[in-house]
């Protein structure tokens, strides 16, 4: 196995996610029409349904397969490419209506890497107590 493949799948399984991402090596095109190793990852990213929303004006949401493609050449940096996908840890991870409601308070634009903190938020009672 291909040492930076194996870092990566160890990162995502230290992180609990090894089952919600899958991570692979393809030769795609690179940007100068050459055929060259990438290694990829996918995972299920709750979107909004545009074409619903479109066509009927209502605001919904599906998954979607997210997928992060990089060039493996000599700037390649296994450990920064699964640094951009454990940030989401706690998000791929999370429940559909989680990260629905998550994204409705944020009018569909919170970044995945901020949902932890939101969630945990959530958890907590409200009081109307103050210290001064």
Known sequence: MNKDLKLVIEELTKYGINDYVGVSIHKMENERGKMVPHMRA???EVVVDTFSWRTTGVKDYM??????AEEMNRYFNAELFVKGITQRAAWIKADFEDKVEYLKEKNGIGHPALFPVWLESKKKPFTSERSI
């Open 42 to 44: 996918e995972w299920n």
């Open 63 to 68: 998954y979607e397969v997210n997928t992060k």
